[in-house]
């Protein structure tokens, strides 16, 4: 209804606009007293229980499954585990053999998918031990899983994920650094973690005032019928959202691709009517996509930067820029998820889409 509305013409600017809470609530209570590490009250499984897992595997469906890719590096990363992601509904037919000191995790918005729904029961069934993250509380997947993590992002209606995504995100990022506070990382690594998480609602806030310029920069853009998303490492699995979100609401053919790859097929669509979004983040894989831009533009192809603010572009390689504040690894995922919602939302707007309710889609699909 208008009322819920408020202010806002659709849920999902309503939602992307939210972000500054449902990341703080999500957040809420659970950090250490001495904030070098995070608390969480009902994953029922004991510190010495998660020492002995030697595995983890995610399983989801959709936006949730680019989270546990962004999942799969931070745990690696911070805490060392090996991670594996499978799509809920490949994992349910194909009977991968596990090892008993796996943890399954499931992350599901609704609680209610059943491609997930199916694979946590398989799980279960094999005797693994489930944690669920989604964002329903008492949800059928919450209530059969052995333990879990509310997000408490608040009730997402758009059809196209944004707070929910962000909020599994820094879920996962607290379970990194959770994870890895039991294990190897130090103290002081945590302190920084918990800093740096902190910092993001504020950040995210400081993003969103940029929301008129990129409205701009979406205009140029939603004539294209193709768009290609680029990005490396933390970066890939937010390419391959950015892409999600682009073709769910503005039904764009788009793709996510890690920057490296496109040498070896995508760069064949490269020409003036395929525009790249680059996601740049710090660090010295930067440098190294340079590289893989420069490929772009020498096939006349537009390049949009969204870039850390470190980050050094050379002259004459952006089309346009949308800078992201300087932050701690950890969250650049987050924060560089922001401007291509915003920019989803633009250029569905200007093609005349209803971004809330796209055609073909559902909000939670329960049937197999
Ligand atoms: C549907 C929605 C997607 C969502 C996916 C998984 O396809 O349209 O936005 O990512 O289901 O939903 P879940 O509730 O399990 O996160």
């Not at 008993?100 to 499931?106: D, E, G, M, P, R």
């Not at 995922?333 to 971004?355: H, K, N, T, W």
């Amino acid at each position: 209804s208008e009322a819920e509305l408020g202010d806002y013409d659709h849920f999902m600017q309503k939602e992307i606009f939210e972000q500054p809470t449902s990341l703080k609530n999500g957040m809420r209570g659970r950090f250490s007293d001495d904030a070098s590490t995070a608390v969480f009250g009902g994953l029922n499984l004991s510190p010495q229980e998660l020492r002995q897992v030697d595995r983890i595997l995610f399983l989801a469906c959709g936006t949730a499954w680019h989270s546990c890719l962004v999942a799969e590096y931070l745990i690696e990363r911070f805490a060392r585990i090996p991670v594996e992601v499978e799509y809920a509904s490949e994992f349910r037919y194909r009977n991968s053999p596990l090892d008993k000191n796996t943890l399954v995790i499931a992350i599901s918005q609704s609680g209610e998918t059943i491609d997930t729904l199916g694979a946590l029961r398989e799980a279960k069934r094999k005797g693994y031990r489930t944690l669920a993250i989604n964002n329903s509380v008492g949800s059928t997947i919450a209530r059969e899983s052995d333990g879990g993590i509310y997000q408490h992002a608040g009730p997402e209606i758009g059809v196209a994920s944004t707070k929910a995504f962000t909020s599994q995100i820094m879920i996962c990022a607290m379970l990194a650094l959770y994870l890895g506070r039991l294990r190897d990382l130090s103290y002081g690594d945590g302190i920084e973690i918990v800093k740096a998480l902190q910092k993001v609602p504020e950040q995210v806030e400081e993003i969103l005032k940029q929301d008129a310029k990129i409205a701009e920069i979406a205009k140029k853009y939603a004539k294209y019928e193709d768009c290609l998303f680029l990005g490396r490492q933390l970066m890939f699995p937010i390419a391959l959202e950015g892409a999600l979100k682009l073709k769910e609401i503005s039904y764009i053919h788009a793709e996510g691709y890690p920057a490296a790859e496109m040498k070896h097929g995508p760069i064949a669509l490269i020409c003036e009517e395929c525009p790249s979004v680059f996601l740049a983040a710090s660090g010295e894989i930067f440098q190294k996509s340079l590289a893989n831009v420069q490929e772009v533009k020498a096939r006349k192809g537009k390049v949009i930067f969204v870039a850390s603010e470190e980050c050094d572009i050379p002259e004459g390689l952006a089309d346009d820029t949308i800078i992201v504040p300087e932050c701690h690894e950890i969250v650049q995922p987050i924060l560089m998820c922001i401007p291509i919602q915003l920019f989803s939302y633009y250029v569905a707007l200007e093609r005349g889409c209803d971004v809330d309710k796209p055609r073909n889609l559902a909000k939670s699909v329960t049937v197999e």
